[in-house]
């Protein structure tokens, strides 16, 4: 009786672990929650604004121990919401009060803090039984010699099972995930896919030296400056890209005259970019890129205003350098400058009201500001680059930059160290480990890239055997494109 009663104790606990909510379930049920309390909808109340932005770090925390099955001791959080009911009030004040370690309850009460309905999280709460507490360590005997060891919380370990032993389809499923994570540790990775990387490499250097004769005589022929493959697809794509202009050259050569003098990029859009290139978006028909390259003139007007609305958004801002955004791709020149126009008449209109704030210095030319779409994020980039929407209210910006003079100060020296070690590691690696390229994606960082570099160099004994003569492109995920070209995660594990 008492081995059958462990059993059960077993299988409940580990029914409880297999399903317990996923962040993109919290979230999905905390949305009319979030919704309410998001600080940008009090930029009005920085008060409020600050209290809620404290809560709902606090309240992150409380859900990641929740998730994790630990014991959470009470915790009260404050949160200011809109008062819909009271002109006179813009917000009014509710407290939660969470405890335990029931994650469907406490989503459940935080939406009834704030009134709102519990229908859509029922699913999650049937799904859920409630957490096994108290759990400990334990031996159960099994008939013949047959041991399970349940290790505590969320460890398993079961040896000798058979296949007619109710956890077997368990134990079966623990070993495939402990191989795949196994399979994407970077030397055992490389040394399943070197050959594949190589061959592939080999196969397409007749494409390869294709697009370049390609290229040469486009340019020639069109009296192009350049042109440049920036979309992520493989070498073949680009050929393909090649050869659909070199046609619309031939069919059309009264209009190939625009071309002269110009940069022209593959890219993911059509239009002019913020640095004067021409852009030909790679997945589009000719005859769009055709009309594009008839209206290129026109296009260029929008290129000649931007200088004056980067100027007047900086002479407001005490000359503060309008920039662009470091490691992300290109911008369409017309929909820069719709956001420059917008945001410059939200700060003028409020520094005709207000002065400038006391701690700002007589000139901010130290300091950069990017201005990108009204969905865009606000944030101090990793390179100390204020990052605004173009729909931020003109009060909202200015307490934004008020606030993180000392974050950004501290990134943009940080940045400054990070570009000359990255440059270093990078040389590093070439030589040391003998690559034929080194390459990153647009996200990818010099502070992530350095320790990628680094960790490179201290382990090239073990890696130079099976990455000696690749082409690396340090990305978020591995694999092995059409050309050859290997992408490896910055965060690889070896």
Not at 6 to 35: C, D, G, M, W
Not at 171 to 188: I, N
């Amino acid at each position: 009786m008492l081995r059958k009663r462990n059993l059960f104790v077993v299988k409940q606990h580990l029914a409880v672990l297999i399903r317990s909510l996923t962040s993109t379930e919290v979230s999905s049920a905390l949305r009319p929650f979030y919704f309410s309390v998001h600080p940008d909808l009090f930029g009005q109340h920085p008060k409020e604004r600050a209290i809620n932005e404290t809560s709902l770090q606090q309240l992150s925390s409380v859900l990641q121990s929740l998730q994790t099955a630990k014991y959470l001791p009470p915790v009260t959080l404050p949160f200011y919401i809109k008062n819909r009911n009271n002109q006179h009030e813009a917000a009014r004040l509710i407290k939660i009060y969470l405890k335990g370690r029931d994650l469907a309850s406490a989503i459940v009460n935080i939406l009834k803090a704030c009134d709102l309905p519990t229908n859509h999280v029922q699913q999650y709460i049937k799904a859920e039984p409630q957490r096994a507490t108290g759990f400990q360590t334990e031996n159960i005997r099994q008939d013949g010699d047959e041991w399970i060891r349940v290790k505590y919380q969320n460890e398993y370990d079961f040896t000798k099972l058979n296949k007619n032993h109710p956890l077997y389809a368990t134990f079966v499923m623990q070993q495939k995930m402990k191989e795949a994570r196994g399979a994407l540790r970077l030397k055992q990775w490389l040394e399943l896919h070197f050959e594949d990387a190589l061959a592939k490499a080999t196969s397409g250097s007749a494409s390869k030296e294709e697009i370049q004769r390609l290229k040469v005589e486009m340019i020639e022929k069109s009296k192009l400056k350049d042109i440049r493959w920036e979309c992520g697809w493989n070498s073949q794509h680009f050929r393909g890209c090649l050869l659909s202009l070199k046609s619309l050259m031939e069919q059309h050569p009264q209009h190939m005259r625009q071309l002269e003098d110009q940069i022209l990029v593959f890219s993911y859009f059509t239009g002019i970019s913020l640095d004067g290139h021409l852009m030909l978006f790679s997945g589009e028909v000719r005859h769009n890129w055709l009309d594009f390259i008839k209206n290129i003139r026109k296009h260029k007007l929008a290129l000649a205003r931007v200088p004056f609305y980067e100027k007047s958004l900086s002479h407001v801002l005490r000359n503060i350098k309008v920039s662009r955004r470091k490691f992300m791709p290109d911008m369409k020149v017309s929909e820069y400058e719709i956001n420059l126009k917008q945001l410059t008449t939200a700060v003028s209109d409020y520094f005709g009201r207000n002065s400038h704030p006391k701690n700002w210095p007589n000139s901010m030319d130290h300091y950069e500001i990017v201005v990108e779409s009204e969905a865009g994020p606000m944030m101090v980039s990793p390179t100390g680059q204020f990052i605004v929407p173009s729909s931020i209210p003109g009060p909202l910006l200015i307490n934004f930059i008020s606030t993180n003079f000392d974050d950004a100060n501290e990134r943009i020296d940080h940045y400054k160290k990070d570009k000359v070690m990255e440059k270093s590691l990078h040389r590093r690696c070439m030589e040391e480990l003998h690559l034929a390229a080194l390459l990153k994606d647009d996200n990818i960082t010099p502070e992530l890239m350095i320790q990628f570099c680094q960790k490179l160099v201290d382990h090239k004994t073990d890696l130079e055997s099976v990455i000696k003569g690749m082409h690396v492109n340090v990305s978020t995920y591995y694999s092995v494109l059409s050309d050859g070209v290997v992408c490896i995660p910055w965060n690889f594990d070896l």
